[in-house]
């Protein structure tokens, strides 16, 4: 009867510790709660959200590495080094992600947007009709670049 009992205790035992991963086995739970890694893309989005240019530009290089057809890299390169005030290099960005997508809408107005702040307003306009052929004037990126536009010719009526 004694050895019994032991069998039964044993077992009691064996089920209480092992409980925890039966359980999460049979209803799909369990495991490390961790959230997938993120990209260096998703990186990258995240400094620029933060307002962190030179991160982001970290970021998005080291994606670039790995995603170089990517328009939507290139775009958001050239948008973080226009924020930290370096032309050159934000219209090398704009001009790659357009030479992979040339109806890329956010390159499209972001590039526009550069123009203007270069002092190139027809520039900007060139790329104000490509946004009006591609989504034909009624989308965010072209009114977004219409108003840039207006707002620069007023600030600037000799132009």
């Keep these: 009867m004694r050895l019994k ?3 039964w205790l044993i077992l009691l035992i064996f089920l209480l ?16 709660d961790k959230s997938p890694k993120k990209t260096n ?3 990258g989005i995240d400094e620029v959200e933060a307002k962190n240019y030179k991160k982001a530009v970290k970021y998005f ?8 057809d990517n328009a939507d890299i290139y775009n958001l390169l050239g948008y973080s080094y226009r924020k930290m005030g370096k032309y050159d290099e934000s219209l090398e960005y704009y001009t790659k992600a357009l030479s992979i997508d040339p109806k890329h809408l956010e390159a499209n107005e972001y590039i526009g947007e550069l123009y203007l702040e270069t ?3 027809d520039k900007s306009k060139e790329h104000l ?8 004037s009624s989308c965010e990126q072209y ?3 219409k108003k840039a536009i207006e707002l620069y010719e007023n600030d600037n009526p000799n132009t």
């Design 129 to 136: 009709q490509v946004l009006s052929e591609a989504c034909s």
């Design 5 to 7: 009992n032991i069998f």
């Design 61 to 68: 290089k080291k994606a670039a590495k790995k995603d170089s």
């Design 119 to 121: 002092n190139k307003p």
């Design 17 to 32: 510790f092992s409980l925890p991963s039966i359980t999460s086995a049979f209803w799909g739970g369990g495991g490390d």
């Design 143 to 145: 009114e977004t670049l």
């Design 41 to 43: 893309f998703e990186k």
